[in-house]
T-cell receptor, first 114, second 114 residues
Framework: AQTVTQSQPEMSVQEAETVTLSCTYD???????LFWYKQPPSRQMILVIR??????QNATENRFSVNFQKAAKSFSLKISDSQLGDTAMYFC???????????FGTGTRLTVIP | NAGVTQTPKFQVLKTGQSMTLQCAQD?????MYWYRQDPGMGLRLIYY???????DKGEVPNGYNVSRLNKREFSLRLESAAPSQTSVYFC?????????????FGNGTRLTVT
């Protein structure tokens, strides 16, 4: 069975500081993709960053970067220079290569404090 | 640039009533999906359509039916609503399968069944 675990239901960070959100997953697959999605109060889900499991290099998108540890099945998201607009729910998601079902974690609610 | 459009945004049903959630995308995407989001559970896949004319069950299909009317539209029908179907429903689309191309989500439909 595929499971995604986000152990931090809520987090907060001061504006301009750095915060790391944790995610672990369980799978027997060797090839898969990992994602972080953001859900602001508007409710729309927005892709933040994507990582292919076969790539050793960690993905980076502007202020967002991941720490992908395949052996540990860990996929954390680092947000640098936090902005008020980063306040949202963040969901970690996993999908095996060739599948159609994206498995989501339960989310971490991040609040950026001015 | 509309992206993925869902209607309605909110709906209240009585137990046993039926309704159809509408979804349309204007990005010429091949694949479309219906997810439900429940508190503390993340998003779960109800049904998906990998291409026009095909539909497949996801993780939680019971109580739902879908129709891929054409490439643009993918509807979700509740034939006899139950309180357990109270949830936020998201439609999403992707160019190819969700493992190799990012999902684009609509703004969701909040459904309450009393």
């Amino acid at each position: 069975a595929q499971t995604v675990t986000q152990s931090q239901p809520e987090m907060s960070v001061q504006e301009a500081e750095t915060v790391t959100l944790s995610c672990t997953y369980d799978t027997s697959e060797n090839n898969y993709y990992l994602f972080w999605y953001k859900q602001p109060p508007s409710r729309q889900m927005i892709l933040v960053i994507r990582q292919e499991a076969y790539k050793q290099q960690n993905a980076t998108e502007n202020r967002f970067s991941v720490n992908f540890q395949k052996a540990a099945k860990s996929f954390s998201l680092k947000i640098s220079d936090s902005q008020l607009g980063d306040t949202a729910m963040y969901f970690c998601a996993f999908i095996p290569w060739g599948a159609n079902n994206l498995f989501f974690g339960t989310g971490t609610r991040l609040t950026v404090i001015p | 640039n509309a992206g993925v459009t869902q209607t309605p945004k909110f709906q209240v049903l009585k137990t046993g009533q039926s309704m159809t959630l509408q979804c349309a995308q204007d990005m010429n995407h091949n694949s479309m999906y219906w997810y439900r989001q429940d508190p503390g559970m993340g998003l779960r896949l109800i049904y998906y359509s990998a291409s026009e004319g095909t539909t497949d069950k996801g993780e939680v299909p019971n109580g739902y039916n879908v129709s891929r009317l054409n490439k643009r539209e993918f509807s979700l029908r509740l034939e006899s609503a139950a309180p357990s179907q109270t949830s936020v429903y998201f439609c999403a689309s992707s160019q190819l399968s969700s493992y190799n191309s990012p999902l684009h989500f609509g703004n969701g439909t909040r459904l309450t069944v009393t």
